[in-house]
């Protein structure tokens, strides 16, 4: 949830410039980055990842296997539903021979409750797994690519702009398109890295 930071900023700027209206004379201006000779750079993270081929693949990836959890577990679901229903047609009905059957029964589906609860729980936990493995991935693909990158450009401080976090920035320093091109030259898909594999294998047995 959003959390609306206008007012309190209003409020504070206008504390600010009640205590003080006028400047003292021991005091020395801010420094800015025009008079520091700072280099400032921000990348748009939506759009790093909407565009950065390594989390699209990936994004991809996780929805197939979310999908698929979902899946498992509507048609488990549907099980137990109808064997719960069964049960109960069946009690309703006088269908059963005894007590012991009942309860037979109602036990086996108590069984199936429990199991579909694990398995709910243990495909939560891949997919909440996988999810950590690839944001991992993602932080280290971009800090490492940004080492290399920022070598030439040498920024002193590049930032992630998310949603409105950075309330106001001057497009001259997004440096988003930039790195979003610098990443997908340098990212091989896992198919492309394994044949790059295969083939510096072959070169070797070949020189052997």
Known sequence: MKKYIFPALAIAAMMVSCNNSAPKMDEQPAADASTTGMKIAYVEVD???TQYTFAKDYSVTLEKKSNNARNTLNQKGNALQAAVNNFQQKLNNNGFQSREQAASVQNAIQRQQNDLQALQARLENELASETAKFNEA?????NNFLKAYNKDKKYDIILSKVGDNILFADKKFDITQDIIN???????PAAAKKADEKKTDEKKDEKK
Request: glycine residues 6%; without cysteine; hydrophobic residues 35%.
């Open 138 to 142: 993602l932080r280290d693909s971009l």
């Open 182 to 188: 610098g990443l997908n030259k340098r990212y091989k």
């Open 47 to 49: 759009s790093l990842m």
